[in-house]
Nanobody, 122 residues
Framework: QVRLVESGGGLVQAGGSLRLSCAAS????????MAWFRQAPGKEREFVAD????????SHADSVKGRFTISRDNAKNTVYLQMNSLKPEDTAVYYC???????????????WGQGTLVTVSS
């Protein structure tokens, strides 16, 4: 059974940066597409970014394009989300997800992490 553990969340001022990490255990993630989602208070969970098995295929939501970058290191069994130029509206719990295929969307997520809170102050 694979387990995903996110880290790197916290409080940051608008314009700042954070890097989230998602460490997988119990199964190698190299055979799976991976993704990040987020859920703001009172809102539905939304797609942020996903990456194919080898890291060549990637996509980002329009709301984060040019500011966030997803990447993966299969040797470390870890996925990352580099977040730059953060805005207050980026405040949310960020979830790592393992998908059964690329692209990864809510409907084809097999495993969710527990989430890490990102708070961006104005």
């Amino acid at each position: 059974q694979v387990r995903l553990v996110e880290s790197g969340g916290g409080l940051v001022q608008a314009g700042g940066s954070l890097r989230l990490s998602c460490a997988a255990s119990g199964r190698t993630i190299s055979s799976y597409a991976m993704a990040w989602f987020r859920q703001a208070p009172g809102k539905e969970r939304e797609f942020v970014a996903d990456v194919g098995r080898f890291g060549f295929r990637r996509s980002h939501a329009d709301s984060v394009k040019g500011r966030f970058t997803i990447s993966r290191d299969n040797a470390k069994n870890t996925v990352y989300l580099q977040m730059n130029s953060l805005k207050p509206e980026d405040t949310a719990v960020y979830y790592c997800a393992l998908g059964d295929s690329y692209p990864v969307r809510t409907g084809n997520v097999e495993v969710w992490g527990q989430g890490t809170l990102v708070t961006v102050s104005s």
